[in-house]
């Protein structure tokens, strides 16, 4: 399995922009698919996006598609999120996930979880 260590959370103002990252250490980064979730206060965690081991296909869920984007850097072990034009809806933990089977995004049944960094979007 991997490790995963999130980061880059913090309080915004609706509107503006946080670019969160997940540092990988372990087994071979590029085996794996990489996907982000969240938790808002009082809700279940929910996918938010996930994208393959090349890199080549993403996949987003409709509340933040246009707004998010994932990426990953293989070199560096490490996937990012950006995420523009916040909501205060967006206000979550934002958990980093591991999987080798790109198909079991968006379940929760993923091979490797972070901790989770938390985000505050005001308005």
């Known amino acids: 399995q991997v490790q995963l260590v999130e980061s880059g959370g913090g309080l915004v103002q609706a509107g503006g922009s946080l670019r969160l990252s997940c540092a990988a250490s372990?087994?071979?980064?590029?085996?794996?698919?990489m996907g982000w979730f969240r938790q808002a206060p009082g809700k279940e965690r929910e996918f938010v996006v996930v994208?393959?081991?090349?890199?080549?296909?993403?996949s987003y869920a409709e509340s933040v598609k246009d707004r998010f984007t994932i990426s990953r850097d293989n070199a560096k072990n490490t996937v990012y999120l950006q995420m523009n034009n916040l909501k205060p809806e967006d206000t979550a933990v934002y958990y980093c996930?591991?999987?080798?089977?790109?198909?079991?995004?968006?379940?929760?049944?993923?091979?490797?979880w972070g901790k989770g960094t938390l985000v505050i979007v005001s308005s």
């Open positions: 994208i393959s081991w090349s890199g080549g296909t993403t």
């Open positions: 996930a591991a999987d080798r089977r790109y198909s079991d995004f968006p379940t929760n049944a993923m091979d490797s």
């Open positions: 372990g087994r071979a980064f590029s085996d794996y698919a």
